[in-house]
């Protein structure tokens, strides 16, 4: 049978909200379409899958320390594989340094996902940005982002018209509330039925704003001593989280899982998410924590697209702690005897995962010419 094959341009093939979205449309895919994925990290998180669904990864150099090398490279693995049609994850018009490899090197098609929808890199960044996004613009033939905040950050405000949106979907038969799935989890982590969990899933990075959220839930165990909180990722900040948990004196309430492949439940078992990021693209966790039925407090910088369902509560960044944990707290005493399941709710506004899959194939596989 014939393959169409698609060549992913991302730095690794870790648990982070990009990837983990190529890997839900990948799983989902149709027999005879797959992803090959073009990496700069010797190694990632989805990897093996990757494998394990017929994709082939090829390894080029890091952009950032090897620029020359890795355009050969780039330009290499699309010419010598015949590669037509190209997908760039990236959130600032740097990207063009990557399709610009690509197209000399025989793609047709160029498509360009948005990921976020914003980014630290400071004065010279935005203005390397802002220079390289009419030719960013004009080169990529397929735009998509997943929020509106993102496409603007990506493409720029009056590109807008011109991007498609694809919605971080789900699995809706798997990411539902299950009962079994929370005592698992619970009896995994030894924290009884009647214990309140606060969670978070993410990488440690600034973006994501762990500080904060140590201090809301600091403010919280003074209301209830018995919580706990579970922080689902792994990144660079770790060793910062680790050493505040300290100062606050809060060790002996706080889970690290790690990188998990059973997030459903993990979403299960808790009671409340907090989610106080600086800013999101279209976060894939509070997505699938409102598909489980769970109260989310997240920060109003994070595009109100978020909001799917009555399960997300926005609050200021500017806000105390106090007021977090309080909001936390009130959602908990509110929802704790009931948890829905969104499914129906989530399916009609085009979250759950075929539709997205159908989009995807339209807008990447079968788009411009």
Known sequence: MNETRLLVIVAVLDAGGAETFMMKIFRNLPEGYKLDFIVSANSGFYEKEVLELGGRIHRVPLRTKHPIATFKAIYNVVKNNKYTRILKLCDTPIGLYDLMAAKLGGAKVLCVRSCNSNASNGK????VNDLLRPFFNY??????????????????????????????????SVYRYSADNRKKIRSEFS????????????????????????????ELLKKVPDAMLILVGKGEKREEVEIQISELGIEKSVIFTGVRSDVPALLSAMDVFVFPSFYEGMPNTVIEAQATGLPCVIADTITKEAEVTDCVNFMSLSDSAESWADKALTLFEKDKENRFCYGDKMKKAGYDIGSCVKRFIGLVFNGKK
């Open 191 to 218: 924290l009884d039925e009647n214990r309140l969990v606060v969670g978070h899933v993410g990488r440690f990075t600034y973006q994501k704003n762990h500080r904060f959220l140590l201090q809301i839930f600091a």
């Open 124 to 127: 010279l960044g935005k203005y």
């Open 139 to 172: 080169i990529a033939d397929v735009k998509i982002a997943p929020s509106s905040l993102a496409a603007a950050f990506t493409f720029g405000k009056s590109e807008i018209k011109n991007v498609q949106l694809i919605h971080n979907g789900v699995d809706l």
